[in-house]
């Protein structure tokens, strides 16, 4: 049976971008935090950002679910050009706020979209966050793989742990392979076989999403010990 954590709608208008989100807080904290925010369709209420929250939080590890600039101002909708900037100033915020609560690490990761900001916010800020956790990045749109997204990814010096589906459109696990080569930082891939761009998250069962959040926290803490 699932325990569903206590978890607190967060603000810190005082930034600029300001930071919206949802906070898990732990029983039992470890002293570590990780930022963790949505792809360009989604928000920070999206199954896959929730299950990972409790999962980690359970663990000791707080979290914050934040919505990215763009989608405080749109409800709905991607991205608009322009918006990306921003969105990555947005993110940094979310890292400095939870830093003033967390006397440890803190960790920022994405889906999709918001896990390739991440990555090209640290890739200018090294020291930002402790590592970085990358679920499903979008190495390019589907069916177009001429047009990879992969520029920043040699100036990445933070250590970087990626999860990838094995039937995401937004890229291959053999081309996921090769890029992560081009990092210089420490970097490890967990693939989950079978699983598209959400990693099944959003029609897989309470008990699946369970263990696909175990199973990330499990390869995620050793990498990070």
Do not use: W
């Amino acid at each position: 049976m699932r325990i569903h954590l206590d978890f607190t709608d967060f603000f810190d208008d005082s930034l600029d971008p300001p930071v919206r989100g949802h906070l898990h807080l732990p029983r039992t904290p470890s002293g570590d935090a990780l930022v963790i925010t949505h792809g360009a369709g989604s928000n920070a209420r999206a199954p896959l950002l929730f299950g990972l929250a409790e999962t980690f939080s359970a663990a000791g590890i707080a979290v914050l679910r934040c919505d990215l600039p763009f989608r405080q101002r749109h409800p709905h909708g991607p991205p608009r050009p322009g918006d990306s900037t921003q969105d990555r100033e947005g993110l940094k915020n979310a890292v400095i706020a939870v830093q003033k609560l967390s006397p440890g690490r803190v960790f920022l990761g994405g889906h999709s979209y918001g896990g390739r900001q991440a990555s090209m916010l640290s890739a200018v800020e090294p020291d930002l966050a402790g590592g970085l956790l990358l679920l499903c990045y979008p190495l390019h749109p589907p069916r177009k793989p001429t047009q990879m997204r992969t520029q920043h990814l040699p100036k990445l010096h933070t250590p970087t742990f990626f999860v990838h589906g094995t039937r995401d459109p937004f890229g291959s696990i053999s081309e996921l392979e090769e890029v992560i080569k081009l990092i210089p930082a420490r970097t490890r891939l967990v693939k989950v076989e079978g699983a598209g761009h959400d990693l099944n998250f959003a029609k897989g069962t309470e008990d699946t999403r369970n263990h696909l959040a175990a199973l990330i926290l499990g390869a995620f803490q050793p990498f990070f010990s």
